[in-house]
């Protein structure tokens, strides 16, 4: 039985004779469908981030990203902006892409066919109880990805499935099936197209989301990012004064005692010292709001 995502739409069988703007409507009508398909899968979304939160609480654990071609690049996007972004240790986020590293930049259709290294790559990173392992493939049957999940779930940990068809076997094999329905592609079968679209729009919301409830953000800031360059500096600075309401002489004192990370900062202007804006913030899960609620 042919797969939605690998259905031609009669609408634009002869997409390539198009005049070129309405070739490019006609695309962008294909990625409005991304859209759509991420709103249908709030509630589903909604479960993942609930579960993987509560997972990743745990010091120990990791989230693991799993996928082949496009899908498996965008579990890599993710992986690696979540340092900088979130502060999220190197070490607790991984990504396991069909066919390597190497894939990240080369093409190698065959590789997501390898259900062996599938599981070795899975057993081989230690994978167990504590982790979160996310499946990311447009058809839901890509071989390396269902066999990666399937040898997650032995260990224990909690799995959570992107796709781009209904009633897939990813779906079906994940402890939380994201369905995230974009219908034929209006390039026949080119799923770095709608179907990517609605999965790095999800990916986004489903790691913000997670981060959020690990008390990565406050006030709606990135409080935990990594200044590791002028740019994130002047940032860093900035979002001091606004949070801590102080003047930017402060702001930078309070960092430069902190090297440069904010959540202690803002502790540091209200009249801790670094040691004891670390110590308040472990007493309370890392959480800024709970920790300055402690100190009022």
């Known amino acids: 039985m042919t797969k939605p ?25 294909g990625q409005r ?12 979304l909604e479960t993942a981030v609930e579960a993987a939160a509560n997972r990743l609480f745990d010091s120990e654990s990791r989230l693991i990203y799993v996928g082949a071609g496009t899908s498996g690049r965008v579990g890599m996007l993710d992986a690696v902006e979540l340092y900088p972004t979130f502060g999220w240790p190197e070490a607790r986020c991984i990504f396991l892409l069909a066919g390597g590293d190497i894939t990240v930049a080369e093409a190698r259709e065959s590789a ?20 979160v392992v996310v499946g990311i493939a447009a058809s839901g049957s890509t071989p390396y ?24 076997a990813l779906l079906e094999e994940a402890e939380c099936g994201v369905l995230l329905e974009t219908g034929p592609e209006v390039l026949a079968g080119s799923t770095r197209m709608a179907a990517g679209t609605s999965q790095k729009i999800a990916v986004n919301l489903f790691s913000t989301a997670v981060m959020m409830r690990l008390g990565k953000v406050y006030r709606g800031r990135m409080v935990d990012m990594k200044p590791t360059n002028k740019k994130l500096v002047h940032r860093a ?43 308040a913030l472990a007493r309370n899960g890392d959480d800024l709001h709970r920790t300055l609620a402690g100190l009022d």
């Open 112 to 131: 997501e066919d390898d259900e062996d290294a599938a599981r070795a790559e899975i057993d081989a990173v230690g994978c167990g109880h504590r982790d």
């Open 145 to 168: 990805t269902l066999a990666a999940i399937g040898a997650a779930k032995t260990c224990g940990a909690l799995t959570i499935g992107l796709a781009n068809n209904p009633g897939s």
């Open 5 to 29: 995502t690998e259905t031609a739409s009669q609408a634009y069988r002869d997409i390539e004779r198009f005049a070129t703007a309405d070739m490019l409507d006609a695309m962008l009508d």
């Open 237 to 279: 600075v900035e979002m001091l004064m606004q949070v801590a309401d102080c003047d930017e002489a402060t702001a930078r004192g309070a960092l430069e005692r902190t090297a440069f990370h904010v959540k202690p900062a803002v502790l540091v202007v209200h009249g801790l010292a670094p040691d004891e804006a670390v110590a």
């Open 33 to 44: 469908a991304a859209i759509g398909a991420v709103k249908a899968a709030l509630p589903a």
